[in-house]
């Protein structure tokens, strides 16, 4: 293992918070994000086009050759972070993190060959945030588990003059796919492949489930011989799907650590406010420590969150490590900060009206996305060396 | 001299110290002497006081020059509480004479100091400490301070020659306002140091017991009722002396349990294993914390989160040792030694599993309690209200105790 990497935020990246914050705070009121939820628009489609378009967030991933920004994992760490502190019903972390990721994986494995200028073109417009894009495996799938082979390439049609490879299947509870344009499919087949598909294309339905984050509405996605364009084969597919879900589960801890932090913050503001037995009742130890050991575990957080961005950014051999250890700890420190920000606030905390809610259930949602804390946890005892009862680690059967 | 650049004159110093004094053919002890009196002891203390009156972090090039050559350094482990404690809060409020007395010697480790705060009844609220120093009537020799008290929890008293203290001059008023600081001779008369033997079965700590031990006005530190202030600023310095470097993946106390998971696979449970994992995982992101701690410092942003580390480093090391003693099954239930001893310093990843374990329940004891850390995190950090208090304002004889 190397020495550790910067884990602190550089001057532009805190320049980019600022932006971020700001428009948030202007354009993303918690009143407003609660009442959407219960409209036929849950993702809010303007606030994106500031985000992506003014701010240029969408293309923080892209290298300024393809039409994006240029930056790294450090800075779309720092975005996602706001993006959690404000539960923005945008769909960043699918599009300009998991399918950006997945493209660019694509791109950097084919080279030249076949069709490469329309993924540029589609990753340019993704930068842009004219167009925005979403893999469609379902929310809890984590980097390196295996995909159910629910989708298949079926092959052309008979008398399709374009000679369109054709999938049919089904994907449920896929994130950050209503909004999407294009649709990123890994579909078995000879080979496995990884497939674009236009999201109005024929044969392809999106069915909105009801969420247990609102803000973040998952869809089931069927494919009826669906018109599809190849992105990737083989390793190559299965490489840009696990770089893509690797650097959403990666964003995703970040995210977490953002509302997190937020959550302390409006649980820390209420109890200076708020007065019973005629004391502020953050002057009780009972809630005092509890908000201290909150504090003291988002810290912690942080440190986990920061190491997981470095390592991708420099892509770092321990990034696998970094990133299951970062979402299985910043998991757990956004569920428990939530909890303890309804807790805290007593019956306020416990209504509609209240914006307590929409972060217990982002957190508990998004400490399932990319795999739970355990999974994380499991995958770590592999990377290593540290065996449950019954395996054997790599050096003990050597 | 000339505006060399402070790198290249703390390296030209060092190289001369070492060709005045062959490290090779010096008695250790001269060596250090020398080097203090050549400015390179710590560079940022003003010359003349063992430094050079420049930035800390020079002191790296110093040491670097004379560890390469084999110099002897001052064993910091041993005298560790007299250079993080007592020496900074001499240089801050001690007089010319003081000074001079004290830091060379503290800084060459011919004499260890320890330090005199905690009482019996005086642990976390330690302004309400009860030892009394009572002037003396003038007679002909210069004032001096009778002091009658017991002190405990005292690393070295056993073998330290200089302590400092903190003492009640005045009982009247509230209890912050009637203290006063003083360094104590451990040889004087009325000096006591009994051992303190510990639920681990050994003594690493002393009471101290005083009574009527005669202290010359001379020894003391700041004016008479600034006593709380002068130590405020010994416990600063205590938090600024922590933090080191950056210990590897799997050091400190994760690397026992590591150890025995890899080695003894028939140990192994699904519980068990859960538990190893979170561990794992937690010891991991403390060390990440810690060393993003320390690139806070580096740039001159020490960030609040320095609070945090002895809150996590205390539950994390109980944590783990407690779960090394399950790990071990049937020999969790032996421990390898009760035998009153005096070791030579802590060591909380030392011996068996049982030790371990037992030791790190200290941890979130001593330094400052994990409780009182969380106040401090809740109010200095948050801003949360402070605790209800009802003995800001009393005299320190009237309250109940």
Same mark, same amino acid.
Not at chain 2, 198 to 208: C, K, P
Not at chain 2, 287 to 306: D, H, I, M, S, T
């Given at each position: 293992?190397?020495?550790?990497?910067?884990?602190?935020?550089?001057?532009?990246?805190?320049?980019?918070?600022?932006?971020?914050?700001?428009?948030?705070?202007?354009?993303?009121?918690?009143?407003?994000?609660?009442?959407?939820?219960?409209?036929?628009?849950?993702?809010?489609?303007?606030?994106?086009?500031?985000?992506?378009?003014?701010?240029?967030?969408?293309?923080?991933?892209?290298?300024?050759?393809?039409?994006?920004?240029?930056?790294?994992?450090?800075?779309?760490?720092?975005?996602?972070?706001?993006?959690?502190?404000?539960?923005?019903?945008?769909?960043?972390?699918?599009?300009?993190?998991?399918?950006?990721?997945?493209?660019?994986?694509?791109?950097?494995?084919?080279?030249?060959?076949?069709?490469?200028?329309?993924?540029?073109?589609?990753?340019?417009?993704?930068?842009?945030?004219?167009?925005?894009?979403?893999?469609?495996?379902?929310?809890?799938?984590?980097?390196?588990?295996?995909?159910?082979?629910?989708?298949?390439?079926?092959?052309?049609?008979?008398?399709?003059?374009?000679?369109?490879?054709?999938?049919?299947?089904?994907?449920?509870?896929?994130?950050?796919?209503?909004?999407?344009?294009?649709?990123?499919?890994?579909?078995?087949?000879?080979?496995?492949?990884?497939?674009?598909?236009?999201?109005?294309?024929?044969?392809?339905?999106?069915?909105?489930?009801?969420?247990?984050?609102?803000?973040?509405?998952?869809?089931?996605?069927?494919?009826?011989?669906?018109?599809?364009?190849?992105?990737?084969?083989?390793?190559?597919?299965?490489?840009?799907?696990?770089?893509?879900?690797?650097?959403?589960?990666?964003?995703?801890?970040?995210?977490?650590?953002?509302?997190?932090?937020?959550?302390?913050?409006?649980?820390?503001?209420?109890?200076?406010?708020?007065?019973?037995?005629?004391?502020?009742?953050?002057?009780?130890?009972?809630?005092?420590?509890?908000?201290?050991?909150?504090?003291?575990?988002?810290?912690?957080?942080?440190?986990?969150?920061?190491?997981?961005?470095?390592?991708?950014?420099?892509?770092?051999?321990?990034?696998?490590?970094?990133?299951?250890?970062?979402?299985?700890?910043?998991?757990?420190?956004?569920?428990?900060?939530?909890?303890?920000?309804?807790?805290?606030?007593?019956?306020?905390?416990?209504?509609?009206?209240?914006?307590?809610?929409?972060?217990?259930?982002?957190?508990?949602?998004?400490?399932?996305?990319?795999?739970?804390?355990?999974?994380?946890?499991?995958?770590?005892?592999?990377?290593?060396?540290?065996?449950?009862?019954?395996?054997?680690?790599?050096?003990?059967?050597? | 001299?000339?505006?060399?650049?402070?790198?290249?004159?703390?390296?030209?110093?060092?190289?001369?110290?070492?060709?005045?004094?062959?490290?090779?053919?010096?008695?250790?002890?001269?060596?250090?002497?020398?080097?203090?009196?050549?400015?390179?002891?710590?560079?940022?203390?003003?010359?003349?006081?063992?430094?050079?009156?420049?930035?800390?972090?020079?002191?790296?090039?110093?040491?670097?020059?004379?560890?390469?050559?084999?110099?002897?350094?001052?064993?910091?482990?041993?005298?560790?509480?007299?250079?993080?404690?007592?020496?900074?809060?001499?240089?801050?409020?001690?007089?010319?004479?003081?000074?001079?007395?004290?830091?060379?010697?503290?800084?060459?480790?011919?004499?260890?100091?320890?330090?005199?705060?905690?009482?019996? %009844?005086?642990?976390?609220?330690? @302004?309400?400490? +009860?030892? =009394?120093?009572? &002037? #003396?009537?003038?007679?002909? $020799?210069?004032?001096?301070?009778?002091?009658?008290?017991?002190?405990?929890?005292?690393?070295?008293?056993?073998?330290?020659?200089?302590?400092?203290?903190?003492?009640?001059?005045?009982?009247?008023?509230?209890?912050?306002?009637?203290?006063?600081?003083?360094?104590?001779?451990?040889?004087?008369?009325?000096?006591?140091?009994?051992?303190?033997?510990?639920?681990?079965?050994?003594?690493?700590?002393?009471?101290?017991?005083?009574?009527?031990?005669?202290?010359?006005?001379?020894?003391?530190?700041?004016?008479?009722?600034?006593?709380?202030?002068?130590?405020?600023?010994?416990?600063?310095?205590?938090?600024?002396?922590?933090?080191?470097?950056?210990?590897?993946?799997? %050091?400190?106390?994760?690397?026992? @349990?590591?150890? +025995?998971? =890899?080695?003894? &696979? #028939?140990?192994?449970?699904? $519980?068990?294993?859960?538990?190893?994992?979170?561990?794992?995982?937690?010891?991991?992101?403390?060390?990440?914390?810690?060393?993003?701690?320390?690139?806070?410092?580096?740039?001159?942003?020490?960030?609040?989160?320095?609070?945090?580390?002895?809150?996590?480093?205390?539950?994390?090391?109980?944590?783990?040792?407690?779960?090394?003693?399950?790990?071990?099954?049937?020999?969790?239930?032996?421990?390898?030694?009760?035998?009153?001893?005096?070791?030579?310093?802590?060591?909380?990843?030392?011996?068996?599993?049982?030790?371990?374990?037992?030791?790190?329940?200290?941890?979130?004891?001593?330094?400052?309690?994990?409780?009182?850390?969380?106040?401090?995190?809740?109010?200095?950090?948050?801003?949360?209200?402070?605790?209800?208090?009802?003995?800001?304002?009393? &005299?320190?004889?009237?309250?109940?105790?």
């Amino acid at each position: 293992m190397t020495e550790i990497p910067d884990l602190l935020y550089s001057e532009a990246e805190n320049d980019l918070r600022q932006a971020v914050r700001s428009l948030f705070s202007e354009r993303c009121h918690p009143a407003d994000v609660i009442a959407r939820t219960e409209t036929a628009e849950t993702y809010d489609a303007a606030l994106w086009q500031a985000l992506a378009g003014e701010l240029g967030c969408a293309g923080l991933l892209v290298p300024e050759a393809l039409g994006g920004a240029g930056a790294s994992y450090r800075e779309a760490a720092v975005v996602a972070e706001e993006a959690g502190r404000s539960v923005a019903p945008v769909p960043y972390l699918g599009s300009a993190v998991v399918a950006t990721a997945a493209l660019l994986s694509a791109l950097a494995a084919s080279g030249s060959q076949h069709d490469a200028e329309q993924d540029r073109k589609l990753l340019a417009a993704l930068a842009a945030g004219t167009v925005t894009a979403a893999l469609a495996v379902p929310f809890e799938t984590g980097p390196g588990s295996e995909l159910p082979a629910t989708i298949r390439v079926v092959g052309p049609l008979a008398g399709d003059m374009s000679g369109a490879p054709r999938l049919t299947g089904t994907a449920p509870r896929v994130a950050d796919a209503l909004p999407a344009d294009v649709l990123l499919v890994p579909a078995d087949g000879v080979p496995y492949g990884l497939y674009a598909v236009d999201a109005t294309a024929f044969g392809v339905t999106r069915t909105p489930v009801v969420s247990l984050d609102a803000t973040r509405q998952l869809c089931d996605l069927t494919f009826d011989a669906t018109p599809a364009r190849r992105i990737a084969g083989g390793d190559a597919a299965s490489a840009a799907v696990f770089a893509a879900l690797a650097a959403g589960t990666a964003m995703l801890a970040a995210e977490q650590l953002g509302l997190a932090e937020q959550c302390v913050a409006m649980t820390v503001a209420y109890a200076k406010e708020r007065r019973q037995f005629a004391r502020q009742i953050g002057s009780f130890q009972a809630i005092k420590h509890r908000l201290a050991d909150l504090w003291v575990s988002v810290a912690q957080a942080r440190a986990a969150a920061r190491y997981a961005a470095a390592c991708l950014a420099g892509n770092d051999p321990d990034a696998a490590v970094a990133v299951s250890m970062a979402k299985a700890y910043c998991g757990d420190v956004a569920v428990k900060a939530a909890e303890e920000c309804v807790q805290l606030h007593g019956g306020i905390g416990f209504t509609w009206e209240h914006p307590a809610h929409l972060y217990l259930k982002r957190a508990k949602s998004g400490s399932i996305a990319f795999g739970t804390p355990d999974r994380h946890r499991a995958v770590i005892g592999r990377l290593v060396g540290l065996p449950g009862p019954g395996e054997t680690a790599p050096e003990e059967s050597a | 001299m000339l505006e060399a650049s402070g790198a290249d004159d703390v390296r030209a110093r060092a190289r001369q110290l070492l060709a005045d004094h062959n490290p090779a053919t010096t008695p250790p002890l001269d060596f250090l002497r020398a080097r203090f009196d050549a400015g390179l002891a710590w560079v940022h203390y003003p010359p003349g006081l063992g430094g050079l009156g420049t930035s800390r972090e020079l002191q790296a090039v110093a040491d670097a020059v004379l560890t390469k050559a084999g110099a002897p350094d001052n064993d910091p482990s041993r005298i560790g509480i007299g250079l993080g404690m007592a020496a900074p809060t001499i240089l801050a409020f001690g007089t010319e004479e003081q000074k001079n007395r004290w830091l060379r010697p503290l800084w060459t480790g011919e004499e260890i100091w320890c330090q005199l705060f905690s009482e019996p %009844g005086a642990g976390s609220d330690l @302004a309400g400490l +009860a030892t =009394r120093a009572v &002037p #003396e009537p003038d007679g002909d $020799g210069p004032a001096a301070w009778r002091v009658n008290g017991q002190k405990v929890w005292t690393s070295q008293a056993h073998q330290a020659r200089w302590a400092i203290l903190v003492a009640r001059t005045d009982p009247d008023v509230p209890k912050h306002a009637g203290l006063s600081y003083f360094v104590v001779d451990m040889t004087a008369p009325g000096v006591e140091v009994r051992p303190l033997r510990q639920l681990t079965g050994e003594a690493e700590f002393n009471e101290v017991f005083l009574s009527d031990v005669i202290i010359p006005d001379a020894q003391r530190l700041g004016a008479v009722g600034e006593g709380w202030r002068v130590a405020t600023a010994t416990l600063m310095n205590e938090r600024v002396a922590i933090g080191g470097r950056t210990m590897p993946r799997e %050091g400190g106390m994760i690397a026992g @349990a590591v150890r +025995a998971w =890899r080695q003894r &696979p #028939e140990l192994r449970t699904p $519980g068990l294993h859960d538990k190893l994992l979170r561990l794992w995982v937690d010891a991991e992101v403390a060390r990440l914390a810690g060393a993003r701690l320390r690139q806070q410092l580096a740039v001159g942003q020490p960030g609040p989160e320095g609070s945090a580390a002895k809150l996590v480093f205390a539950r994390l090391n109980q944590e783990i040792s407690g779960f090394e003693v399950e790990l071990a099954g049937g020999e969790g239930l032996l421990y390898d030694d009760w035998t009153m001893r005096r070791p030579e310093g802590a060591n909380f990843y030392g011996r068996g599993p049982g030790y371990r374990y037992l030791r790190a329940k200290g941890n979130s004891i001593e330094g400052g309690t994990s409780e009182i850390l969380r106040n401090i995190v809740a109010e200095r950090v948050l801003g949360l209200p402070p605790e209800i208090r009802v003995d800001k304002d009393v &005299p320190w004889k009237d309250l109940p105790r």
